[in-house]
């Protein structure tokens, strides 16, 4: 460590008010707290990687117990791969795409922290939004609806969700990353649409099976948002790339 960062980091601590003295000492206080972190399987982070996206992590748990959002995991993931190398870029606001570049990878970014989380099976409640094109009770619309997912995929390489498997007081965090070529699979799903629903336009599911085994299923939800839902992916086929496991004290 610098020694001047820390004579002049030491000299900025003398001029805190006692309350900011206070979050600054909540904040010392985590990091000394037991943590670890493990890198499984990864060709986008490193050890210097890994540990500033935990602790960074931490930083937001010193001070709330909601799990990282999206936007969080985008501009921290941002930030601790760029504190290395200028290799990370986030896309612009709105885009539909991706959400940054990494290495000149497009890549999406998704979060899971629903309370009935299971650790090997995984749930995006949000996948992308279906928009208002033409989608009524006709199970032909699904075959539409399929393809805009597909079309979906081409704005990007890779897809990255972070998931809050354990929460308050001792946390578990995982990124894994979904194989862009088992979404694709989707093309050759089996399309069903529950026409007894009363939902209007009519919701309706894509099974994506190998064999006997049912790898994931998109939910054409038909609710007020129209969105798309990936539900019970098998988490056995994504790659796990770290996992972070820490404990925050009360207060």
């Known amino acids: 460590m610098d020694r001047n960062r820390i004579e002049l980091l030491v000299a900025s601590i003398r001029e805190l008010t006692p309350g900011q003295f206070s979050w600054l000492e909540r904040t010392v206080q985590i990091f000394q707290c037991e ?5 499984l399987h990864s060709d986008l982070l490193d050890e210097e990687t890994l540990e500033n996206f935990g602790d960074a992590l931490r930083i937001h748990h010193s ?18 791969v760029n504190m290395s190398s200028e290799r990370a870029k986030l896309a612009s606001k709105g885009n539909r795409g991706h959400d940054i570049t990494i290495d000149n990878t497009r890549v999406s970014l998704k979060t899971q922290a629903d309370k009935g989380i299971r650790e090997g099976k995984i749930w995006i409640s ?19 609806l399929r393809n805009i997912f597909l079309a979906h995929l081409d704005n990007y390489e890779r897809i990255l969700i972070l998931r809050a498997l354990r929460k308050a007081p001792d946390w578990i965090y995982e990124l894994v990353e979904i194989p862009k070529q088992l979404l694709l699979l989707a093309g050759n799903g089996k399309l069903e649409m529950k026409t007894e629903s009363r939902q209007f336009p009519k ?4 099974f994506v ?4 085994t049912e790898l994931y299923q998109l939910y054409f939800d038909g609710g007020s948002e129209r969105k798309l839902q990936l539900k019970n992916l098998l988490k056995s086929r994504c790659i796990v790339h770290a996992r972070w496991e820490f404990t925050i004290p009360a207060v």
């Open 35 to 39: 943590h670890h972190y493990s890198i």
């Open 63 to 80: 001070f709330s117990v909601e799990p990282f959002s999206k936007d969080k995991f985008e501009y921290v993931l941002e930030r601790v």
């Open 126 to 144: 949000k996948f992308m939004e279906l928009g208002k094109g033409h989608w009524g009770d006709n199970p032909d619309d699904l075959v539409l």
């Open 203 to 206: 919701p309706g599911y894509c």
């Open 209 to 212: 099976c190998e064999g006997d």
